[in-house]
């Protein structure tokens, strides 16, 4: 069932360069929208939570929402090497008990 | 900063037998969730608990698979009979309430042989 589509990279940039992440969806019932971030044998840590449309700024990362277009961002700004990573989407809908649904995540190499 | 602990990190265990894994969830956070990464794979939902009730589970989360909170700190996933496919890597999360982000344990990997 391929609710959240995303991008499985892998992404490399230049340490400094601006990072966009995207994802997918088809469910049009989804409401709140998360990213991601998952070190090699870790669990996911949780970086930008946004309800609904609308961009959510958190430090050199900013989340984009847009559900007319089912389609979600993240970018990172002047990226670090410490970003290299999976990031992962994930998104429910607002029913209580709310599981959520994850993109397959992109992996990022930021080179020094 | 709290966190979602999660023991063991890796557990082996022979195809047929019962496997424990345990979590504590973040103290003040009443919903806890279980999913499961299969290697190279999306993280699936299997399982939200709420109120000591399941209040979702999806369809991976078959009779093989209980959940249970014992007490006032753990929150438990039993497989009853494991089968090769179980083996993946096992998430516990937790949140404030149904409508909040979710946080993550870092897993427990499960190799069924």
């Known amino acids: 069932q391929k609710e959240v589509e995303q991008d499985p990279g892998p992404l490399s940039v230049p340490e400094g360069a601006i990072v966009s992440l995207n994802c997918t969806y088809s469910?049009?019932?989804?409401?709140?929208f998360m990213w991601y971030r998952q070190y090699s044998r870790k669990g996911p840590e949780l970086l930008m939570y946004?309800?609904?449309?609308g961009n959510k700024e958190d430090g050199r990362f900013t989340a984009q929402v847009d559900k007319s277009s089912k389609y979600i961002s993240l970018f990172i700004r002047d990226s670090q090497p410490s970003d290299s990573a999976t990031y992962l989407c994930?998104?429910?809908?607002?029913?209580?008990?709310?599981?959520?649904?994850f993109g397959t995540g992109t992996s990022l190499t930021v080179i020094p | 900063e709290p966190e979602v602990t999660q023991t063991p990190s890796h557990q082996v265990t022979q195809m047929g037998q019962e496997v424990i894994l345990r979590c504590v969830p973040i103290?003040?956070?009443?919903?806890f969730y279980w999913y499961r990464q299969i290697l190279g794979q999306k993280v699936e939902f299997l399982v939200s608990?709420?109120?000591?009730?399941?209040?979702?589970k999806s369809e991976i989360f078959d009779d093989q698979f209980s959940v249970e909170r014992p007490d006032g700190s753990n929150f438990t996933l039993k497989i009853r009979s494991t089968k090769l496919e179980d083996s993946a890597m096992y998430f516990c999360?937790?949140?404030?309430?149904?409508?909040?982000?979710?946080?993550f344990g870092d897993g427990t990997r499960l190799s069924i042989l």
């Open positions: 469910n049009s019932a989804f409401q709140y």
């Open positions: 608990f709420y109120n000591n009730e399941i209040s979702e």
């Open positions: 946004t309800y609904s449309s």
């Open positions: 999360a937790s949140s404030t309430d149904g409508n909040q982000p979710q946080h």
């Open positions: 994930a998104m429910s809908t607002s029913n209580t008990g709310n599981q959520f649904y």
């Open positions: 103290s003040n956070h009443l919903y």
